[in-house]
C-alpha cells in the first residue's frame, strides 16, 4: 500500500507521527490535523472531513497496532475540536470507533478512549443525546473497569454527560428505559453505583418523568437495595424515598396496579432493609390507591401475615404489616357482598381467575409468588385516587380464603398469625356473608380443629368465627348450608339426632325434621354443637383442659343464645322431670385450676352417659345452649 497516497489528504508526517509510540509525537500529529479540518470547514468541503474522519477510523482507530490506535483516537478528539459547533453532523462517525475501544484489553488504550470522548461530547454538548443510549452503555461498562485510571477518565466523562442531559429539555427518556431496565440488574456493585446516580439525576429534573416508568424498574432498585456496600444501599434508599414522596404528592399519576405483585415478592425478602422498604411502600399503596389494590389481595396477604407474629428483633417491619393488614381489611365493604362476579370494571385488570387463584396460593405457601404475573396489568391504565372511589372492584374471594385456610393449616405459623387469620375470616362473615357461606363447607373443619390451639386468644377469636357462622342469617339462606355429603350426616362416627315421635307432638316434631334446613334455624349450629360435642367424646385431655373454657366463652354463648329453641312443651314428656335436673354434668374445669382425678371422671362420665342417651339428645343440646 502506498501510504502516502492512500492517506490523502494527511501528509506522510502525519501519518508516521500517528503511528509512533510516544505521546509528544501523537499530539503534535493531532495539532496538524486539527489544522488541516478547520481548513476543510471553512471552505465547507464536507467530503474532505468525512474522508478524514473514515481513515483515522478505520486505518488507525480500528487498527491492530496499539500505537496506532492511540494515534487513531487522539486525531479523532482533534476533529471534533476543529469542527465546533459542526460536529453534531459527524458524531456518529466520530463515537463509534471511540466506544469500540472502550472494551480494548489495553488499559492505556481505554484510557486514550475517554479522554477523546471526553473531548468529543464537551464539544457537541446537547447534538449527543441522540446517541446518549450508546454512550450510556459504554459508560456502563467503564464505570467496572479494574483499572483505577480508567474508571477515573469515565467519572469525568459520567458528569459532563449527566450536565448535559440536566440542562437540555430533548433526552429521549422512551428510548432510554429499556437499556436502563436491561443495565438496573448488574450484579457489580460499580455498576449498580452508576445506575442508582443516574436514577437519582433523571429523577431530580423538572421535565423527566421518571414515575411514569418506575414500573419498569423498581424490582431492579429492589435488587440493588441488598447490595453488600452500605453506600449503594444508602444511595438505592434515597433514590425510593425520592419515588415515594413523588408518588404522595401525585398519585393520580402512579401505576399501583403494575407495582403490586412487585412490592408482595419483596415483601417476602429474607432481607430486612428489603422487606420493610417493601411494606412500607405496600402500606401507602393501600392507602392511596385504595380498593384499587383489592384484586391484589390474596398475594398481600401472602406476604403480610407472617410478619404479624415476628419478634421485637423485627418489630419496624410487625407494626407497618399490622397497618397494611388493618388497611386492607377495611378495603372489604358490605357492597362487595352484592356485587355481580361475572362483571369486571373496564378500566381494571382482569380479576384472576380460579386457576390463577390456585397457583398463587401454592406459590404462597411457598413463601414466593410469580413475578410474571405482574404482565397481566402492563397495559391498565393509570389509577387516580379520585377514581377509584368510583371504579367498581369486584372481590373474588376465592384466592383470599385460600390463603388464610393455607396459614390455618399451617402449623408452623405463629399465634398473631393465626388471630389475624381468624379476625379476617370474621370480617369477611360479617362484611360479605353471602359469598363467604359458599366457602364455609371448606373451612369448617380446620375451624373445628383451631378449637385445640394451645392459645385461649385463638380459641376465643375462633369460636366468634364459629359464632358468626352459626348465627347468620346467610346460613339459613337454601344451597348454602351444609351439602347432604357434608360430616353433619349421621354415620358410624357421628352423633345422630334422634326424632322419636311416639313421644312427641305433631308440632313438635315438625320442629325437629325442619330444623336444619328452616328458615328459622342455621343449620352450622347443630353441625357446630355435634362436632363440639364429638370431640370431647373422643379427646379426654381437649375436654378436661379446654372444655369449660369454650362452652362457657362468651362467643359461644352468644352464638348459642340467638339460636330460637322449638316449643319445649311438645319436646318434654309429660312424666319427665324438671329440665334443670336433666342438664348434663358441669364440665372439669381448664387445665389452670385442675381438680381431682374422681371429679374429672366423674365429668368424663356424665358426658359419655349424655351422649349415650339418644332419647333427649335434641333436647339436651337445645337446653344446653340455652342454658349457656
Request: proline fraction near 6%.
Amino acid at each position: 500500500m502506498n501510504a502516502e497516497r492512500d492517506l490523502a489528504p494527511l501528509a506522510p508526517s502525519v501519518v508516521r507521527a500517528l503511528n509512533d509510540k510516544l505521546y509528544e509525537k501523537r499530539k503534535v500529529a493531532a495539532l496538524e490535523i486539527e489544522k488541516l479540518v478547520r481548513e476543510f470547514v471553512a471552505q465547507n468541503n464536507t467530503s474532505q472531513i468525512k474522508h478524514v474522519i473514515q481513515i483515522l477510523s478505520q486505518e488507525f482507530a480500528l487498527s491492530q497496532h496499539p500505537h496506532s490506535r492511540k494515534g487513531g483516537l487522539i486525531g479523532l478528539a482533534a476533529c471534533s475540536i476543529a469542527l465546533g459547533k459542526d460536529s453534531g453532523l459527524y458524531l456518529k462517525e466520530l463515537i463509534e470507533p471511540v466506544l469500540t475501544c472502550f472494551n480494548d484489553a489495553d488499559s492505556r488504550l481505554r484510557y486514550y478512549a475517554c479522554e477523546a470522548l471526553y473531548n468529543i461530547v464537551k464539544v457537541a454538548r446537547g447534538s449527543v443525546l441522540p446517541h446518549f443510549n450508546v454512550l450510556f452503555d459504554g459508560l456502563s461498562k467503564l464505570a467496572a473497569d479494574p483499572d483505577p485510571n480508567v474508571k477515573s477518565g469515565s467519572e469525568l466523562l459520567d458528569r459532563l454527560l449527566k450536565d448535559i442531559v440536566t440542562e437540555s429539555n430533548q433526552f429521549d427518556l422512551v428510548g432510554f428505559i429499556p437499556l436502563l431496565r436491561e443495565r438496573i440488574y448488574s450484579n457489580n456493585q460499580y455498576a449498580r453505583q452508576f445506575i442508582i446516580s443516574w436514577i437519582l439525576v433523571l429523577e431530580s429534573v423538572p421535565d423527566i418523568n421518571l414515575l411514569d416508568y418506575l414500573p419498569e424498574i423498581l424490582d431492579g432498585l429492589f435488587q440493588i437495595l441488598g447490595d453488600n456496600s452500605k453506600e449503594i444501599r444508602k444511595m438505592c434508599e434515597v433514590a425510593l424515598g425520592e419515588f415515594l414522596k413523588e408518588i404522595k404528592k401525585n398519585p393520580s399519576s402512579v401505576k399501583f396496579a403494575e407495582m403490586a405483585n412487585i412490592l408482595v415478592i419483596h415483601c417476602q425478602a429474607a432481607d430486612d432493609l428489603i422487606q420493610l422498604t417493601a411494606m412500607c411502600w405496600m402500606r401507602e399503596f393501600i392507602q392511596l390507591a385504595g380498593r384499587v389494590m383489592l384484586p391484589y389481595s390474596s398475594g398481600i396477604l401472602t406476604a403480610v401475615l407472617p410478619c404479624l407474629s415476628y419478634d421485637d428483633r423485627k418489630k419496624n417491619i410487625k407494626e407497618v404489616a399490622n397497618v397494611c393488614n388493618q388497611s386492607l381489611m377495611k378495603l372489604v365493604i358490605p357492597e362487595d357482598d352484592e356485587m355481580d362476579e361475572t362483571k369486571q370494571s373496564m378500566t381494571l385488570p382482569a380479576e384472576p381467575t380460579s386457576q390463577e387463584s390456585l397457583s398463587k396460593t401454592e406459590a404462597a405457601s411457598s413463601g414466593s409468588l410469580d413475578a410474571s404475573g405482574d404482565s397481566n396489568f402492563s397495559n391498565s391504565s393509570v389509577f387516580t385516587v379520585t377514581s377509584s372511589e368510583r371504579i367498581q372492584v369486584t372481590l373474588n374471594l376465592d384466592g383470599i380464603v385460600q390463603v388464610l385456610d393455607c396459614h390455618l393449616h399451617d402449623t408452623s405459623i405463629g399465634m398473631m398469625t393465626r388471630i389475624a387469620v381468624l379476625k379476617w375470616l370474621y370480617h369477611l362473615y360479617i362484611k360479605t356473608p353471602r359469598k363467604m357461606f359458599r366457602h364455609t363447607d371448606s373451612l369448617f373443619p380446620i375451624l373445628l380443629r383451631t378449637l385445640s390451639d394451645e392459645s385461649d386468644e385463638v380459641i376465643l377469636k375462633d369460636l366468634e368465627v364459629l359464632a358468626e357462622i352459626a348465627s347468620s342469617p346467610a346460613g339459613q339462606t337454601e344451597g348454602h348450608g351444609p351439602s347432604d355429603s357434608s360430616d353433619v350426616r349421621p354415620g358410624p362416627v357421628e352423633l345422630h339426632i334422634p326424632a322419636r315421635t311416639s313421644q312427641l307432638s305433631s308440632s313438635g316434631t315438625k320442629g325437629l325434621e325442619c330444623s336444619p334446613s328452616t328458615p328459622t334455624m342455621n343449620s352450622y349450629f347443630y353441625k357446630f354443637m355435634i362436632n363440639l360435642l364429638k370431640r370431647f367424646s373422643s379427646e379426654r385431655k381437649l375436654l378436661e383442659t379446654r372444655g369449660a373454657f369454650i362452652i362457657r366463652s362468651p362467643p359461644a354463648a352468644a352464638g348459642c343464645e340467638e339460636q330460637p329453641l322449638p316449643d319445649q312443651g311438645s319436646l318434654w314428656p309429660p312424666d319427665a322431670a324438671a329440665p334443670e335436673q336433666c342438664l348434663p354434668a358441669p364440665l372439669a374445669p381448664p387445665a389452670v385450676c385442675p381438680q381431682p382425678r374422681a371429679h374429672a371422671d366423674h365429668g368424663q362420665h356424665q358426658t359419655e352417659h349424655w351422649l349415650q342417651e339418644d332419647d333427649s339428645l335434641q333436647y339436651r343440646l337445645h337446653r344446653a345452649a340455652a342454658a349457656l
